[in-house]
């Protein structure tokens, strides 16, 4: 007989060297979108050099 363990879920953390943005998600993929995201709309010269 085969025992299903719930699958382990971990969080991704994020946060800004440029200001105090912090993030948590589910996901690495999600977490670079929205540190891409954060910078657009509030470090434009920032996210060009990126």
Do not use: F, N
């Not at 800004?16 to 993929?29: F, G, K, L, N, P």
């Amino acid at each position: 007989m085969c025992s299903r363990l719930p699958r382990r879920r971990t969080a991704v953390t994020g946060q800004c060297d440029h200001c105090e943005w912090t993030a948590i998600t589910d996901s690495y993929a999600k977490m670079v979108k929205y540190y891409q995201d954060h910078l657009r709309a509030d470090h434009p010269a920032v996210w060009l050099r990126t």
